[in-house]
């Protein structure tokens, strides 16, 4: 439907004006939702037996965005896409070790650092890239190749960097990875083949709104693990904050150094910076809560804030390196 002279908005409109808020002011939720679980933990705190479930809500969102075709270019640009995944699998989870190493942090911290290193990109690194005039075909394809082989990457670094001290096992971390990412993130991809055949209007509107419901999800998660870890945020020392700090930017910084080094565009060299930096912290926070402890997902939960801060600002960077400021995007962020 659409708006007819001065009478009122569509209820389809209504919906997507409200989606659009929500995403746009994303950091802000996540800050008051953070505010909020350190006043009041207790309200939060109930939310972290669901945090797998909020994940798993959240990547059917992303399956909901993906299309067959988004596929069919790992074979048209194999060459860049390997690349930036290498560099996204190598280099996140090695700064993480030399960050645990060199900060002296405690197991359970360490840990939580170790996984978010190991996690695959998050959709933030999509949005970003748009932002920032990067390759989004390109970015949304590495998201797609990273997030697939999590079940296998994911605990293949976790074992290799901590397997003497770790009791949980590859196959275990592997199914509960398939369970919350690999399978919402199917069904997701077959549900938009459905809308987009029989249903095309009401596909439209769900890539709408189900950004929303991915911020909505995302602040709930953070919440829950701020009011878990309450006392551990307020005790935490500036290394914590420091480790979050540096391995972002490191992984920011090597993203878009590894494109430029291999010849990419410009373009393309911006989505590798994103997709290198800009981890799916959810993910690290539902294997923290459910295989470690409640303080290893404090990172984690830190670094889902603080990527959202210096994604909006770098994709500001990059615009304005284009020499044409009136054109920017507006810097906002709206996931993982």
């Not at 006392?231 to 430029?260: C, P």
């Amino acid at each position: 439907m659409t708006i007819t002279g001065d009478g009122p908005p569509s209820v389809g409109r209504l919906f997507e004006r409200a989606a659009e808020v929500t995403s746009t002011y994303f950091v802000v939720w996540i800050l008051l939702g953070s505010g909020l679980a350190l006043y009041s933990p207790s309200t939060f705190t109930p939310l972290g037996d669901h945090i797998s479930l909020m994940l798993g809500v959240i990547m059917l969102g992303m399956g909901l965005t993906l299309t067959v075709e988004d596929f069919r270019r790992v074979l048209e640009r194999p060459r860049d896409v390997f690349i930036c995944a290498m560099a996204q699998w190598l280099f996140m989870p090695l700064f993480a070790y030399l960050l645990v190493a060199l900060l002296g942090l405690s197991w359970e911290l360490g840990i939580g650092l170790l996984l978010l290193g190991a996690a695959p990109g998050g959709t933030a690194s999509n949005v970003m890239t748009y932002l920032g005039r990067g390759d989004v075909a390109l970015s949304v394809t590495i998201t797609s190749v990273t997030t697939i082989a999590a079940p296998l990457v994911v605990p293949a670094w976790i074992v290799l960097l901590a397997g003497e001290e770790i009791t949980v096992t590859f196959a275990a971390m592997a199914e509960e990875i398939v369970l919350i990412v690999l399978i919402p993130v199917t069904a997701g991809l077959f549900l938009r083949i459905l809308l987009d055949r029989y249903a095309p209007t009401v596909a439209k509107v769900g890539l709408t709104v189900f950004p929303a419901i991915n911020v909505l999800a995302i602040v709930m998660i953070v919440a829950a693990i701020v009011g878990l870890n309450v006392e551990e945020i307020f005790a935490a020392s500036a290394l914590v904050f420091l480790a979050v700090i540096i391995h972002n930017a490191l992984g920011l910084g090597a993203g878009y150094g590894v494109g430029h080094l291999t010849g990419m565009a410009e373009d393309r060299a911006r989505a590798c910076a994103f997709e290198v930096g800009l981890q799916n912290s959810g993910l690290a926070v539902a294997l923290a809560v459910a295989f470690f402890d409640p303080l290893a997902a404090l990172i984690p939960a830190l670094f889902s804030v603080w990527h959202n801060v210096t994604g909006p600002a770098l994709a500001t960077v990059f615009t304005r390196m284009d020499g044409d400021p009136a054109a920017e995007h507006e810097a906002v962020s709206t996931a993982d």
